[in-house]
């Protein structure tokens, strides 16, 4: 047995529906990093590689990435119709349903036993799992590269240098980092809609 093999084989051992908890979920992140590295395939999946590297550290700011989650959603307030409307495509930005897509992927394709993916494949189960990772970045903020400042907010007196995930009144929310906000004693909060259209 090689490290790709014993790494499948543990993965394979921790999807269940019952072992779902958080060192469970971070187990499996980390086992899925170790499986992009060893395959060589981060750009392509590069929103599973985020959220796995944002579970490792207390904040994120040296990858092109997070300027690019940043830049969109400031882009959001450009085009948006109604409240809604903004939380969706905030929600777009961040791409937690897109992680899950990423993560189906990668089990699918290196999972010798199908069963076990097939058994997880539920919604309740992807919620789950989704809430269980932002309980453990809850206050790691991802920011800007650290060479850029902030990115202004079109049609707006704002600018954003990063977000993070907050908890407020029993839900995961995203919080929009601004100087502009934290000297006037502001925040700017948004819901994540998950599994909502």
């Not at 499996?28 to 395939?41: A, F, G, N, T, Y």
């Not at 932002?134 to 206050?139: D, M, P």
């Amino acid at each position: 047995m090689n490290l790709r093999e014993n790494v499948i084989k543990q993965i394979e051992q921790s999807l269940v529906w019952e072992k779902l908890s958080i060192p469970n979920i971070c187990y499996i992140m980390q086992s899925i990093r170790i499986l992009i590295e060893i395959d060589d395939c981060k750009s392509k999946y590069p929103i599973t590689t985020l959220y796995c590297n944002w579970l490792l550290h207390k904040e994120l700011d040296r990858t092109n990435l997070p300027s690019t989650i940043i830049q969109n959603i400031t882009n959001s307030f450009q085009n948006f119709h109604s409240k809604n409307d903004l939380i969706k495509k905030i929600n777009e930005a961040i791409s937690l349903k897109k992680l899950i897509v990423e993560i189906k992927e990668i089990l699918w394709k290196n999972l010798n036993n199908k069963v076990i993916v097939s058994k997880i494949d539920f919604e309740e189960y992807w919620v789950k799992y989704i809430q269980l990772i932002l309980s453990q970045v809850l206050f790691r903020p991802i920011k800007l590269k650290q060479d850029k400042n902030e990115i202004p907010v079109s049609g707006f007196d704002l600018n954003i240098y990063g977000l993070q995930i907050i908890p407020l009144k029993d839900n995961y929310n995203i919080e929009l980092l601004s100087k502009k906000l934290e000297i006037n004693k502001k925040q700017l909060i948004i819901d994540i809609a998950l599994f909502r259209d």
